[in-house]
């Protein structure tokens, strides 16, 4: 995979910040360099900027504008999931995640995948050949993932629709020859277009993305049964009544979309 530099139109800078290594697209990275200088990390400075929205995940995402640009972004630190995920807490081994999340999410854009821009990410020190990891991604207004979706709290968007949505990523994820391994509810994005007529399904946490050359209808039932844990999972980690019915139409519908 290449370097951000490589895959993105966007020209990077890649700068220090006394032990911090900041990436950043070039017209941005000054102003960052500059959080970072008054609060530590990315994520500490945008923890103090009045937030119109927060959101959670694997730990907050804060919502900020960066000073002097229009830009408003998505700031997260990096956890660890799965099994070792007390072991390892937010410390990779070099060059960690970002890199890769950077380039894939070029890549994906230049193939029609949506997916958010990454604009930036910091590397700070966390041991011998170890990072903590910043990641900063153009935020997406008016949005909501996919189980938000299923558990009827996105009162903006109508549940046919986004179905409709996800059932097209699906589509086109498996003609692009692209495999997300995990793939859930949560990683895919709802967001209305502009003049709201119809929804768009955005593809997140795209680090983990492979490109295949596996024929398209293999990586449509992976991607698909990777989802369909993912929502049988929720349903039941929120004790919420699974529609069997619905989840066999769905799966099929997304089957004879994609053939």
Same mark, same amino acid.
């Given at each position: 995979m290449n370097s951000p530099a490589q895959s993105a139109g966007a020209t990077w800078h890649s700068g220090t910040v006394g032990r911090t290594r900041l990436v950043a697209h070039a017209s941005l990275h000054d102003a960052l360099a500059e959080c970072v200088r008054l609060h530590g990390t990315l994520h500490r400075w945008a923890a103090t900027v009045p937030q119109p929205q927060a959101l959670q995940g694997r730990g907050v995402v804060y919502v900020a504008s960066i000073p002097g640009h229009t830009d408003v972004v998505a700031v997260r630190h990096a956890w660890h999931g799965g099994l070792f995920a007390p072991l390892t807490g937010d410390r990779f081994f070099m060059p960690t995640r970002a890199p890769r999340e950077a380039a894939v999410s070029a890549t994906l854009q230049a193939r029609g995948v949506r997916t958010p821009e990454v604009l930036a990410y910091a590397l700070y020190p966390a041991g011998p050949g170890? @990072?903590?990891?910043?990641?900063? +991604?153009?935020?997406? #207004?008016?949005?909501?993932?996919?189980?938000?979706?299923?558990?009827? =709290?996105? *009162?903006?968007?109508?549940? #046919?629709?986004?179905? @409709? &949505?996800?059932?097209?990523?699906?589509?086109?994820? &498996?003609?692009?020859?692209?495999?997300?391994?995990?793939? !859930?509810?949560? !990683?895919?994005?709802?967001?209305?277009? +502009?003049?709201?007529?119809?929804?768009? *399904?955005?593809?997140? $946490?795209? $680090?983990?993305?492979?490109?295949?050359?596996? #024929?398209?209808?293999?990586?449509?039932?992976?991607?698909? &049964?990777?989802?369909? @844990?993912?929502?049988?999972?929720? =349903?039941?980690?929120? $004790?919420? &009544?699974?529609?069997? +019915?619905?989840? *066999?139409?769905?799966?099929?519908?997304?089957?004879a979309a994609a053939t």
């Open positions: 170890l @990072r903590r990891v910043d990641v900063c +991604t153009r935020f997406v #207004p008016d949005a909501w993932d996919f189980g938000a979706v299923l558990a009827g =709290h996105a *009162a903006t968007i109508a549940r #046919p629709i986004a179905e @409709r &949505a996800v059932i097209r990523l699906l589509a086109q994820l &498996a003609r692009e020859g692209v495999l997300h391994p995990d793939l !859930n509810v949560k !990683n895919i994005l709802l967001v209305p277009t +502009t003049g709201r007529e119809t929804i768009d *399904a955005w593809l997140l $946490d795209v $680090d983990v993305v492979e490109f295949r050359t596996t #024929p398209a209808r293999q990586l449509l039932a992976l991607n698909l &049964a990777r989802l369909e @844990r993912s929502i049988r999972k929720w =349903h039941s980690r929120h $004790d919420r &009544a699974l529609d069997e +019915t619905w989840l *066999a139409g769905f799966l099929a519908s997304a089957v």
